[in-house]
DNA sequence: TTTCTTACA
DNA sequence: TGTAAGTA
């Protein structure tokens, strides 16, 4: 299929479609007259794929790691033969103990800057009540 | 009409 | 990333 259906069964834009080509996410699998981009279901699944990380904040290496242990001509909706699907799991895994590190760091701060906030008000209140009296 | 490349905002 | 121009 060419790039114009591609877009259209992933959600994914022409502009985004070329640019995961260009930085070696995903290519067309094939050529087809004048040059035409010709992408296959494997293709698609992986463009799939693509846009779900992406989603998830992986960043282009770590696409690319994942990419690339999906072999050609598998579905991914399938069985798990051990390896390929294992990595892929241990990949998603990895990205979530990251994300809850994330999220953790960003608590601490906003705990900090909670604790920055009382500190301050309580600095301005001594000051009202000295000034006043 | 669709796609490709290149370039600009 | 969207969009436009000029092609094939």
Redesign the pocket.
């Known amino acids: 299929m060419?790039?114009?259906?591609?877009?259209r069964r992933t959600g994914?834009?022409?502009?985004?479609?070329?640019?995961y080509?260009q930085d070696g996410l995903v290519r067309?699998s094939a050529r087809g007259q004048?040059?035409?981009?010709l992408y296959t279901g494997q293709d698609l699944v992986r463009l799939h794929l693509v846009r779900r990380m992406?989603h998830l904040g992986f960043d282009l290496a770590r696409m690319r790691d994942v990419l690339a242990v999906l072999p050609p001509g598998v579905p991914v909706v399938g069985e798990d033969d051990g390896t390929w699907l294992a990595e892929l799991v241990a990949a998603a895994e990895g990205r979530c103990g990251e994300l809850r590190a994330a999220v953790a760091a960003a608590e601490e701060f906003a705990a900090a800057l909670r604790k920055l906030a009382d500190h301050m008000r309580i600095l301005s209140a001594s000051r009202t009540t000295s000034t006043t009296r």
Do not use: F, K, N, T
């Not at 060419?2 to 877009?7: C, S």
């Not at 994914?12 to 640019?19: E, H």
């Open positions: 060419r790039i114009g259906e591609v877009a994914l834009s022409l502009r985004a479609i070329r640019r080509a067309a004048g040059d035409v981009h992406e």
